[in-house]
């Protein structure tokens, strides 16, 4: 019998209560494979799992069915003392059982479901009571804080980082890190002297202690930085303390950022507390970019409006045989100094609130031309960038149901790929958004995959259809005996989700073989074609490319 763990130590009664239940249940039941997974952030977890054949394994994502295509199984709810619902356990095997035995096997698991939810809530009231007592601890005992903010100290959040995601492990818990910048700090200390500094982190640390109580755990992780853990807590609980910061700080005319991230299975909290620095990054960079030029703004909307911008396309084949799948649209802006890639305008775009505008161009220029194609390639497919922004004067669905009707082309002939980096913390209302363009029937496809960003809750939450290897994946596959073989797993895993595989950045024909060999049926790159306009296309459509079988 197999518990298959992550390599942490479990060490809480309730780990050992619940390992100790779940190999009870699997020897006696007649159901060897037993699951106690817990819902978090609308996300299913095993947080304990006895499975003979060791698929499952502790603190994987399952879905809420899972079991249901096995011959007998059963599940019983785990509720906290104050009734709300923890989790279940969820039984089931191969082997058909008697309904007698099932229900047997039914109260028995009941009855273990109210003992480890009882076990569970004191657990979880311990745990609470420990993090407010280390927070009164620092607040009293001297020499405990950071002798400016009264937080805790850089040392102390590095500890309680280990621990709290030590519990989030075990018990599935929910967490995210916010961490704040002010941001005028040194200036001050340079224009006013350092006593202006230190008052102002005083301020900054009254705050931040006022608001987190003592169910929060805050610390100073720098000289201009104050860091915060949040364990247990819903979305809207997340968003209404990262609200009080900014009004607070807003009110007390304390300039700061603030990056906020929510735990993920995959990184744990320190993944978390990385991803809320990088937003601060990205929110520092566009504070001190350079005001934008205003003439050149309104080139950029004349251009878009006009057709300066045009679509170039390079196309997707199929690995085996070399026909043109599908082909990508790419935005190109024709200049008097000549044509100017996405690299030389995209930032323009963004700071002028202009992505929205950029998508619908491209869009109906690739949907126009792929009309065309579709003559040459009956079933060939466009696939188009989605990036957004809080400017966009058209919604999404909009745009793409009224392009299809335009240019009389089927929803399935279209593909819209999202940048991984972008699906993380995705808004909702974009998602939303998202979720409605798939059901008309077009495919969606998480473009730079493995780069680090995207979860699998990414994968899930989204319908996704398909993924793109980033092209770094793609250079690994001809290096060594290791990098391959981490390819192979990404192909395959997707592959066995239901996804479509392309592997983009393909420039030499050993590299498509190999690809072919570790399972990847389609690509793009300059091996096969260069981005080039819709009027030279055609005759790259008309034969394959390559064919290395």
Not at 257 to 273: C, F, P, Q
Not at 299 to 305: D, F, G, R, S
Not at 378 to 407: G, I, Q, R, W, Y
Not at 508 to 518: A, E, G, K, M
Request: charged residues 20%; contains cysteine; hydrophobic residues 45%.
């Amino acid at each position: 019998m197999k518990s298959m763990t992550n390599g942490a130590a479990h060490d809480t009664n309730f780990s050992r209560a619940s390992l100790g239940v779940l190999a009870h249940l699997s020897a006696t039941s007649g159901l060897p494979t037993w699951v106690l997974a817990r819902t978090t952030g609308g996300i299913n977890h095993a947080i304990a799992v006895v499975d003979p054949s060791g698929t499952i394994r502790n603190h994987q994502q399952v879905t809420p069915d899972i079991g249901t295509h096995a011959a007998s199984r059963l599940t019983a709810p785990i509720h906290l003392p104050n009734g709300d619902a923890f989790g279940e356990l969820i039984g089931f095997g191969n082997a058909a059982t008697s309904q007698t035995i099932i229900d047997e096997t039914r109260r028995e698991a009941t009855a273990f479901a109210i003992v480890l939810g009882a076990l569970a809530g004191s657990e979880r009231t311990l745990a609470a009571e420990r993090r407010a007592a280390e927070q009164r601890v620092t607040e009293s005992v001297p020499g405990a804080a950071d002798p400016l903010t009264s937080l805790a100290t850089r040392q102390d959040w590095e500890q309680r980082l280990r621990r709290d995601e030590h519990y989030c492990d075990e018990f599935g818990e929910s967490a995210a890190a916010i961490v704040v910048e002010l941001n005028d700090l040194k200036r001050s200390n340079e224009l006013h002297g350092h006593q202006a500094g230190d008052d102002q982190l005083r301020a900054a640390g009254r705050m931040v202690r006022t608001i987190l109580g003592d169910h929060h755990f805050g610390a100073r992780l720098s000289g201009d930085r104050i860091g915060v853990l949040m364990v247990g807590m819903s979305e809207a609980e997340v968003s209404q303390i990262e609200l009080a910061m900014r009004h607070a700080f807003a009110e007390a005319d304390i300039s700061i950022n603030i990056g906020l991230s929510r735990r993920h299975h995959e990184t744990g909290l320190e993944g978390a507390v990385a991803e809320a620095e990088d937003h601060l990054e990205e929110a520092h960079t566009t504070r001190y970019a350079p005001t934008t030029d205003l003439t050149e703004v309104s080139a950029l909307e004349q251009a878009i409006e006009l057709g300066a911008i045009t679509a170039y396309f390079q196309p997707i084949v199929d690995l085996r045989t070399g026909a043109v799948v599908a082909i990508e649209a790419l935005a190109r802006w024709q200049t008097r100094d000549g044509v100017r890639e996405p690299d030389q305008f995209l930032k323009l775009v963004q700071q002028a609130g202009l992505l929205g505008a950029l998508f619908d161009r491209i869009l109906d220029d690739g949907l126009m031309h792929l009309a065309e194609f579709r003559h040459i390639v009956p079933n060939l497919v466009l696939t188009v960038n989605f990036e957004f922004d809080t400017k966009m004067d058209n919604t999404l669905l909009a745009s793409v149901k009224a392009m299809l009707d335009k240019h009389k082309v089927p929803a399935d002939a279209l593909s819209i790929e999202l940048g991984e980096r972008q699906t993380f913390e995705l808004p909702s209302a974009i998602r939303a958004e998202l979720v409605a363009v798939a059901d008309l029937g077009v495919q969606l496809v998480l473009d730079d995959f493995g780069t680090g960003f995207a979860s699998l809750e990414t994968l899930t939450s989204l319908p996704i259809s398909g993924v793109k290897l980033d092209r770094r994946f793609t250079s690994q596959v001809v290096n060594g005996d290791r990098e391959p073989v981490v390819v192979k797993a990404m192909i395959a895993m997707a592959t066995e989700a239901g996804l479509s595989v392309i592997a983009e950045g393909i420039e030499t024909q050993l590299q498509c073989d190999r690809l072919v060999r570790l399972g990847c049926r389609l690509g793009q790159g300059y091996l096969f074609a260069l981005p080039q306009p819709a009027d030279s296309l055609s005759t790259v459509l008309s034969a394959p490319l390559v064919s290395t079988f």
